[in-house]
Nanobody, 127 residues
Framework: QVQLVESGGGLVQPGGSLRLSCAAS????????TAWFRQAPGKEREFVAA????????YYGDSVKGRFTISRDNAKNTVYLQMSSLKPEDTAVYYC????????????????????WGQGTQVTVSS
């Protein structure tokens, strides 16, 4: 089993920044992909970003390209999502997800591909 714990959510003004963290523990593999998804009230879950390990190849959803950056600190077994130029439409619960395998292309964006999920952290962008 793998446990994922998200942190770093909160209230931020439009144009501001936040950094989310996803700490993994338990039976993590030497090969894995960790992703961020988000879900706003009344909307479907949306892919945000994913990062493979090793190799660090990254993938982003169209709505966050150029504004969000996913990264990983392997020593801490933690994946980060740096969010900049935040917009009100970025308001959602953000979930961390993990699969003990690589992903590629479209497969990285499918929530069905991931085996483990965190509880989520709320991000609210509002003035």
């Amino acid at each position: 089993q793998v446990q994922l714990v998200e942190s770093g959510g909160g209230l931020v003004q439009p144009g501001g920044s936040l950094r989310l963290s996803c700490a993994a523990s338990g039976r993590t593999s030497s090969i894995s992909v960790t992703a961020w998804f988000r879900q706003a009230p009344g909307k479907e879950r949306e892919f945000v970003a994913a990062i493979n390990w090793p190799g660090r190849s990254t993938y982003y959803g169209d709505s966050v390209k150029g504004r969000f950056t996913i990264s990983r600190d392997n020593a801490k077994n933690t994946v980060y999502l740096q969010m900049s130029s935040l917009k009100p439409e970025d308001t959602a619960v953000y979930y961390c997800a993990l699969k003990n395998a690589f992903c590629a292309g479209y497969g990285c964006s499918r929530s069905e591909e991931y085996d483990y999920w965190g509880q989520g952290t709320q991000v609210t962008v509002s003035s």
